[in-house]
């Protein structure tokens, strides 16, 4: 890999002024807690009064102070809908970062050496480098394209992954003529993930380049929008993060349908809201976004915890961590809605969601540690720990109130009855549940979730974005639709979120099911991933039947989901499905309206995306005189007599075996080593036909290899 040249340094004279829009934060965040503060007071009072003994024995207090979180959490949820609905219907928020400066003038700003970090990990060779394409293409469009490198920066242990990833990177450069411009690196040591993979970068090329945009490895960024996070960095130097609000796309089954169509029409009323909010100390979501790379180096480094079990070694979620050490020292942490262009993809189904929020439940958790033992964090910073913790510790705070609700109603109806539950009172109590008053609070607390849905509905109208999703009826019903699989998703994911905050916690693993890695959810593995969920719901639903058919039928909002959950999770697993919706106009997005550049290149590289070579990738960097010649340049010679003495005998196992004889460990260590690629290469072309290399050449190969 070559060198690159030194970044330029950024322009002074930073045109936003720190002190000004922190007045206009302390007083949105003082505004929002007292709206909160009322509305879950209310909501509280209303619930004691709904409870049969009013909040008079053990069980109702705590069901009345779960009820209290719980609310409180969704009141803010509502409360930023609202904010954000408020800022777009006067055309955006005039604090925002991109308000505070008029576009002639961002487009004037020169830009600085910027580093594009593509970090992957045993994903999809051809999704994660189709992308790559198309934003180097996107920016090259914007006749910017000298400005960036783009470093592909991988992690991948599994040979047959990481040798095609590095000959569809040769392949790539070739095709797009940036030899000097896109870079590989493969780390031969894990350390902890990605931060730990970007570190790896900033080591060793940090210091030549101003920013660094990370992405995923299913992002996608325009050109324009890059362009312009430069821009605003050059503008604002007190500015170390600047994170975009990715929206979600090329969704196929329909699961990720729904996901994508309520991350489009909710996402831009969400954002503001939440943007409005936080201003210069938001949260950095790890990807789809600008870094100042040397405070970043200075400040952000991350220690391993210094505690026991889950408060105990690297950091797992690293990227509101390393907002809060960059606002620690001194620097603005920007979420900037008004930066259209950028992409995420939604998992294919539940099964993988859930997955996925296994890793990131535990890595929220470990934020309790910093958010009260953290030092000097601001204290928005500690509440951005707090909202991604809720976002998983809600769930057993909910199953905890159902269990306390159980036992309520319970207690109600088996044990004797307590008339007088406070010895002091002179007068008997009757308890009974207020049937009336509990609807009351339950459709009010629909009302709080869903509203802001249907504030993004007027949003959209307002905005003359309605045409984008199909239309104002198609729309609407995609609206319905999507509630209704969200209110059959909410059960699933609250008792699955609560098994992950107990193994977080306690630092243990229960493994409840195998791991789908289609895009189409099969039902044993539906089944062995939600029957334990579907055996609780079901004996719960019988048990308040014959307890009290009134609680059974309390129950079935939350207990149906959970017992159809296999089938919910393989219906909304199907991709037939989700495509059948789209060809009717039904869950589009503005990209599946009006098209995209982007996504158009994406599908054309996916399209044509080949290896020339019949063999899987680590048997063609042996077989193939092309691909071993690159492989070859790519490795490295080993030193060390124990070693090349264990590389022989590895060489002489799978000549003599064949590739399947070998580990993957075994199988790495010769992929690494040039002399045991150019060996093996030899040698495999000598072997006889009866062999097992001689069987996979057949003649007309043998004759192909001569010509080449």
């Given at each position: 890999?070559?060198?690159?040249?030194?970044?330029?340094?950024?322009?002074?004279?930073?045109v936003?002024?720190?002190?000004?829009?922190?007045?206009?934060?302390?007083?949105r965040?003082?505004?929002?807690?007292?709206?909160?503060?009322?509305?879950?007071?209310?909501a509280t009072?209303?619930?004691?009064?709904?409870?049969?003994?009013?909040?008079?024995n053990?069980?109702?207090?705590?069901?009345?102070?779960?009820?209290?979180?719980?609310?409180?959490?969704?009141?803010?949820?509502?409360?930023?809908?609202?904010?954000?609905?408020f800022?777009?219907?006067?055309?955006?928020?005039?604090?925002?970062?991109?308000?505070?400066?008029d576009?002639?003038?961002?487009?004037?700003?020169?830009?600085?050496?910027?580093?594009?970090?593509?970090?992957?990990?045993?994903?999809?060779?051809?999704?994660?480098?189709?992308?790559?394409?198309?934003?180097?293409?996107?920016v090259?469009?914007?006749?910017?394209?000298?400005?960036?490198?783009?470093?592909?920066?991988?992690?991948?242990?599994?040979?047959?992954?990481?040798?095609?990833?590095?000959?569809?990177?040769?392949?790539?450069?070739?095709e797009?003529?940036?030899?000097?411009?896109?870079?590989?690196?493969?780390?031969?040591?894990?350390?902890?993930?990605?931060?730990?993979?970007?570190g790896?970068?900033?080591?060793?090329?940090?210091?030549?380049?101003?920013?660094?945009?990370?992405?995923?490895?299913?992002?996608?960024?325009?050109?324009?929008?890059?362009?312009?996070?430069?821009?605003?960095m050059?503008?604002?130097?007190?500015?170390?993060?600047?994170?975009?609000?990715?929206?979600?796309?090329?969704?196929?089954?329909l699961?990720?349908?729904?996901?994508?169509f309520?991350?489009?029409?909710?996402?831009?009323?969400?954002?503001t809201?939440?943007?409005?909010?936080?201003?210069?100390?938001a949260?950095?979501?790890?990807?789809?976004?600008?870094?100042?790379?040397?405070?970043?180096?200075?400040?952000?480094g991350?220690?391993?915890?210094?505690?026991?079990?889950?408060?105990s070694?690297?950091?797992?979620?690293?990227?509101?961590?390393?907002?809060?050490?960059?606002?620690?020292a001194?620097?603005?942490?920007?979420?900037?809605?008004?930066?259209?262009?950028?992409?995420?993809?939604?998992?294919?189904?539940?099964?993988?969601?859930?997955?996925?929020?296994?890793?990131?439940?535990?890595?929220?958790?470990?934020?309790?540690?910093?958010?009260?033992?953290?030092?000097?964090?601001?204290?928005?910073?500690?509440?951005?720990?707090?909202?991604?913790?809720?976002?998983?510790?809600?769930?057993?705070l909910?199953?905890?109130?159902?269990?306390?609700?159980?036992?309520?109603?319970?207690?109600?109806?088996?044990w004797?009855?307590?008339?007088?539950?406070?010895?002091?009172?002179?007068?008997?109590?009757?308890?009974?549940?207020?049937?009336?008053?509990?609807?009351?609070?339950?459709?009010?607390?629909?009302?709080?979730?869903?509203?802001?849905?249907?504030?993004?509905?007027?949003?959209?109208?307002?905005?003359?974005?309605?045409?984008?999703?199909?239309?104002?009826?198609?729309?609407?019903?995609?609206?319905?639709?999507?509630?209704?699989?969200?209110?059959?998703?909410?059960?699933?994911?609250?008792?699955?979120?609560?098994?992950?905050?107990?193994?977080?916690l306690?630092?243990?693993?229960?493994?409840?099911?195998?791991?789908?890695?289609?895009?189409?959810?099969?039902?044993?593995?539906?089944f062995?991933?939600?029957?334990?969920g579907?055996?609780?719901?079901?004996?719960?639903?019988?048990?308040?039947?014959?307890?009290?058919?009134?609680f059974?039928?309390?129950?079935?909002?939350?207990?149906?989901?959970?017992?159809?959950?296999?089938?919910?999770?393989?219906?909304?697993?199907?991709?037939?499905?989700?495509?059948?919706?789209?060809?009717k106009?039904?869950?589009?997005?503005?990209?599946?309206?009006?098209?995209?550049?982007?996504?158009?290149?994406?599908?054309?590289?996916?399209?044509?995306?080949?290896?020339?070579?019949?063999?899987?990738?680590?048997?063609?960097?042996i077989?193939?005189?092309?691909?071993?010649?690159?492989?070859?340049?790519?490795?490295?010679?080993t030193?060390?007599e124990?070693?090349?003495?264990?590389?022989?005998a590895?060489?002489?196992?799978?000549?003599?075996?064949?590739?399947?004889a070998?580990?993957?460990?075994e199988?790495?260590?010769?992929?690494?080593?040039?002399?045991?690629?150019?060996?093996?290469?030899?040698?495999?072309?000598r072997?006889p036909?009866?062999?097992?290399?001689?069987?996979?050449?057949?003649?007309?190969?043998?004759?192909?290899?001569?010509?080449?």
């Amino acid at each position: 890999m070559s060198s690159v040249e030194s970044a330029s340094p950024a322009m002074e004279a930073p045109v936003f002024s720190k002190r000004s829009w922190q007045g206009i934060a302390s007083l949105r965040r003082w505004l929002l807690l007292f709206l909160v503060i009322v509305q879950t007071s209310i909501a509280t009072w209303f619930m004691k009064s709904v409870l049969p003994y009013y909040g008079g024995n053990a069980v109702e207090i705590g069901m009345l102070c779960l009820f209290a979180i719980l609310f409180s959490w969704i009141s803010v949820g509502f409360w930023i809908g609202v904010f954000g609905f408020f800022y777009r219907c006067r055309g955006g928020d005039p604090a925002s970062l991109m308000r505070q400066i008029d576009a002639a003038t961002l487009q004037q700003t020169p830009l600085t050496k910027t580093a594009i970090l593509l970090p992957i990990y045993h994903e999809s060779v051809e999704r994660s480098l189709g992308g790559l394409k198309a934003v180097y293409q996107s920016v090259e469009r914007t006749g910017q394209l000298e400005h960036f490198d783009f470093f592909i920066l991988s992690d991948s242990r599994n040979p047959d992954i990481w040798l095609e990833e590095q000959v569809a990177w040769k392949n790539l450069c070739k095709e797009l003529n940036a030899e000097q411009r896109i870079f590989y690196r493969r780390r031969t040591l894990n350390l902890n993930y990605k931060s730990g993979n970007v570190g790896d970068f900033l080591r060793r090329w940090g210091a030549n380049y101003e920013y660094m945009i990370v992405l995923d490895a299913d992002s996608l960024m325009g050109g324009d929008t890059l362009v312009n996070m430069v821009q605003l960095m050059q503008r604002n130097e007190q500015v170390g993060i600047l994170q975009t609000s990715p929206s979600l796309l090329n969704g196929r089954s329909l699961f990720a349908r729904v996901q994508q169509f309520g991350s489009q029409l909710y996402g831009p009323l969400f954002t503001t809201g939440l943007a409005s909010i936080q201003l210069g100390e938001a949260a950095f979501w790890g990807h789809n976004a600008i870094l100042r790379i040397k405070p970043f180096m200075t400040w952000c480094g991350l220690r391993k915890l210094p505690g026991r079990g889950l408060f105990s070694g690297p950091v797992m979620s690293h990227d509101f961590v390393e907002a809060a050490y960059m606002g620690r020292a001194g620097y603005e942490v920007w979420l900037e809605p008004g930066l259209g262009e950028s992409y995420e993809e939604s998992p294919p189904s539940l099964v993988d969601e859930l997955m996925r929020d296994r890793r990131w439940t535990k890595g929220n958790m470990q934020h309790l540690w910093l958010m009260f033992r953290g030092s000097r964090i601001r204290l928005a910073h500690r509440a951005a720990f707090l909202n991604g913790i809720m976002s998983y510790l809600a769930s057993p705070l909910w199953l905890g109130f159902l269990i306390l609700s159980t036992i309520a109603t319970t207690s109600l109806v088996l044990w004797p009855i307590n008339y007088f539950p406070d010895p002091h009172q002179l007068f008997p109590l009757w308890p009974e549940w207020d049937p009336q008053k509990a609807l009351i609070l339950i459709l009010t607390t629909f009302g709080l979730l869903f509203a802001p849905k249907f504030l993004a509905i007027a949003d959209a109208m307002i905005q003359g974005r309605s045409k984008q999703f199909g239309g104002k009826l198609k729309m609407l019903g995609s609206v319905l639709f999507e509630i209704v699989v969200s209110a059959l998703l909410a059960p699933i994911r609250m008792l699955s979120h609560s098994r992950y905050v107990l193994e977080a916690l306690f630092n243990f693993t229960l493994r409840w099911a195998g791991q789908n890695r289609t895009d189409e959810t099969g039902w044993w593995s539906a089944f062995t991933s939600h029957a334990p969920g579907m055996v609780l719901a079901l004996s719960w639903s019988l048990f308040a039947l014959w307890l009290q058919p009134m609680f059974f039928y309390w129950s079935l909002p939350v207990a149906l989901p959970l017992i159809f959950a296999a089938p919910i999770s393989v219906l909304l697993s199907k991709v037939q499905t989700g495509q059948k919706l789209r060809r009717k106009g039904w869950l589009l997005t503005p990209e599946e309206r009006s098209g995209s550049v982007l996504v158009d290149d994406l599908e054309e590289f996916q399209e044509h995306y080949h290896i020339d070579s019949d063999w899987p990738p680590f048997i063609a960097s042996i077989l193939n005189p092309k691909i071993n010649r690159f492989q070859i340049a790519m490795a490295r010679d080993t030193k060390g007599e124990a070693r090349l003495a264990n590389l022989k005998a590895l060489r002489e196992k799978c000549l003599e075996e064949g590739a399947d004889a070998l580990t993957t460990v075994e199988k790495n260590r010769l992929a690494k080593d040039a002399n045991s690629l150019r060996w093996l290469h030899e040698q495999a072309w000598r072997s006889p036909p009866e062999s097992y290399w001689g069987r996979l050449l057949n003649p007309r190969r043998r004759a192909r290899r001569t010509a080449l």
